[in-house]
Every structure is written in structure tokens, then in C-alpha cells.
């Protein structure tokens, strides 16, 4: 896991992310990272030469068809909010119950 990888795991918490039961996986070759949970899963890639991220999220149904949508331009504070969005019920907590 290569140096990029571990800062966008640090930024999304992997942690609670772990423990919520998501699955990772991570592709060195384009500094990414993929959360999945359930049917659902994220990729998160670092676009270097502009300091952010494209982050493709998506679904696949019962036959195995994937439909996905592709944000541009995403900047390390939102990545937590696109999680929560997409992966719906889900919460990040501990930020929370740190900062009380």
C-alpha cells in the first residue's frame, strides 16, 4: 500500500469504516482506494495534479449490472459526507463522540 493510499485511508477514517463492517481494497498502480458494503461501493482516486479526488460510487443489482456516477474535483473534507450520503443508515460516530 503505497504512501497516497494510506493518507486517503487516514482521511476517510478506514477505522470506523472497519468496523462497520466495509470491505477495501486498493489498486497501487492508480493510487485508489475502494470501499463496499453490501451492494454498494466506492472508488476514491487521487488526481494529483489537481490536489483532489474523483470519487465513482455505485451499485450493482442481482445480475451483476453496475451503474455508477462519477464526482470530479472532490477535496479531502468532503469525502466523509459523500460516504454518509451514499452509503445510507450509515454514520460516522467516533468524530462525535471525540470532540464532545
Known amino acids: 500500500m503505497n504512501e497516497v493510499i494510506k493518507t486517503i485511508a487516514e482521511q476517510i477514517d478506514w477505522r470506523e469504516l472497519h468496523l462497520a463492517n466495509f ?18 461501493f466506492m472508488t476514491i482516486r487521487y488526481n494529483s495534479g489537481m490536489d483532489t479526488y474523483i ?26 459526507p459523500l460516504i454518509e450520503t451514499h452509503f445510507t443508515g450509515f454514520e460516522y460516530i467516533m468524530e462525535g463522540l471525540l470532540n464532545a
Open 23 to 40: 470491505n477495501m481494497g486498493y489498486d497501487n498502480q492508480n493510487d485508489s482506494l475502494t470501499i463496499k458494503k453490501g451492494k454498494k
Open 55 to 80: 470519487v465513482e460510487s455505485g451499485n450493482w443489482n442481482t445480475n451483476f449490472e453496475i451503474t455508477s456516477e462519477t464526482d470530479t474535483n472532490v477535496y479531502f473534507d468532503q469525502l466523509k
